[in-house]
């Protein structure tokens, strides 16, 4: 028989694996990629005294078995339903489970602790503002005029406000993405036919960049990177998804509104010169930044990724002038960044990988390769969706690359400082 004291040990260890789950799974839905929930959830058992855990985590399920010492296993399971993207919420889950590892607080205060972070305000204006500035800055990033800026970003506060009130209504994000993306460039046609922007393409690249799915194609990218090879293909496969979904919207909008075709040539290009490029791009990052809800303390450390992968990929290109290897490097240069950053200010990597990342994704060639299937030229559809699939499969080629130099050189550091206490102790004694 099980004495009183016991069966309250084992409850205890019941809810503290109930609470462990619970964080990994708000963390796969704040933005985290599994082997970082799988650690955080290891991580936490061994602190409470744990002998092995067995953590299994995809973007829909988080499963994990844990032996104690005594011999007693546990085994629990947590469904995910929806993710997202809260990069301040992913923080906030962070350092609480730093602080469980640390300070091994009982059961009831990390509860009261995790309702604390749900409980943070939700989408305020300044959530808005990060929409805005990032529509209109690429905009402009990508030749549009000042108009096809302001264009833009009245139409990304649009999009602000498709997320505030129908992500919940059209629970399924395929769904709420083609009406979005549909939505979006009817208003756009409607606004350069009444003369409120100049050209529809720029307008168009800007908004579309609010719908790319840059956490799936990241994460797909480091799951697989990490041998997560389930999760991964999950997540490629929504990415893929979704493309084709905001491909159907505009498509949709463009036949119900814009006459049926669309220039898939761009139209002329304004002259900006190197440092309103620059200058568009760094308040694009920020602008996105703020889309992802990071902290407003993180915001130019996160732009500084920008700004590094953009002038890695100008200095490349005008090196080597490969589009896949000034991808590449760019992105071996951001993953560095943001490892560095996140050991330094001890935050997930994500906070700063993934707003430096938009500065390198192929917005322009993905509208043309939407805009040539609208218009059924299949020629032009292949030239432009290998212009988009390249500098993809540079970013790619860079995350492994990353991956591996950063990862050799850190366990190689790890273990040089690891000897060194070693020989200082021995010495000692």
């Not at 963390?27 to 991580?43: F, L, N, P, Y």
């Not at 104690?68 to 929806?82: F, N, V």
């Not at 990177?225 to 496969?237: K, Q």
Request: aromatic share 12%; net charge positive; hydrophobic share 50%.
């Amino acid at each position: 028989m099980i004495n009183e004291k016991d069966q309250r040990t084992k409850v205890n260890r019941e809810e503290l694996l109930e609470c462990a789950l619970e964080l990994g799974k708000c963390m796969v839905q704040s933005g985290a990629e599994v082997r970082r929930v799988e650690d955080t959830i290891t991580r936490i058992g061994r602190a409470y005294g744990a002998v092995s855990s067995e953590v299994f985590s995809i973007t829909a399920l988080v499963l994990a078995t844990v032996k104690w010492k005594d011999g007693t296993r546990l085994t629990q399971s947590k469904r995910i339903a929806g993710f997202g993207t809260n990069l301040r919420r992913l923080e906030q889950y962070n350092a609480l489970a730093r602080y469980i590892c640390k300070k091994k607080p009982g059961v009831e205060e990390i509860q009261s602790r995790m309702k604390e972070i749900t409980k943070s305000k939700k989408r305020t204006w300044v959530d808005a503002g990060g929409y805005m500035i990032s529509a209109g800055a690429f905009a402009i990033f990508f030749g549009g005029t000042f108009m096809d800026g302001i264009a833009a970003a009245i139409l990304g506060l649009f999009v602000f406000f498709f997320d505030i009130f129908l992500t919940g209504a059209l629970a399924n994000k395929i769904v709420y993405t083609l009406f979005a993306s549909m939505a979006t460039g009817w208003l756009a046609i409607l606004f350069v036919q009444a003369g409120l922007g100049d050209n529809l393409d720029k307008i168009m690249i800007g908004d579309i960049m609010l719908f790319i799915p840059t956490l799936a194609l990241c994460n797909s990218l480091k799951d697989m990177l990490y041998g997560d090879i389930l999760t991964g293909m999950y997540r490629s496969v929504e990415a893929v998804l979704i493309a084709a979904t905001i491909a159907g919207g505009f498509f949709i909008a463009n036949i119900t509104v814009g006459g049926g075709r669309v220039n898939a040539v761009l139209t002329e290009s304004v002259s900006t010169g190197p440092w309103i490029s620059t200058i568009s791009l760094l308040l694009g990052t920020v602008g996105f930044s703020i889309y992802f809800r990071i902290k407003h303390s993180r915001l130019w450390t996160a732009a500084v990724g920008g700004a590094i992968a953009w002038i890695v990929y100008l200095a490349a290109y005008a090196w080597l002038d490969q589009l896949f290897f000034a991808n590449a490097l760019a992105a071996v240069a951001i993953c560095f960044y943001s490892e560095l950053a996140a050991r330094l200010l001890k935050a997930p990597a994500n906070i700063f990988l993934i707003p430096a990342v938009i500065a390198l994704l192929p917005g322009k060639s993905f509208y043309q390769a939407v805009a040539a299937v609208i218009n059924g030229d299949l020629g032009s559809f292949y030239t432009f969706a290998q212009d988009t699939l390249v500098p993809i499969m540079g970013i790619e080629v860079g995350f492994l690359i990353a991956f591996i130099l950063f990862t050799k050189t850190f366990s190689f550091f790890k273990e040089g400082i690891l000897y060194y206490k070693y020989n200082r102790y021995k010495r000692k004694t």
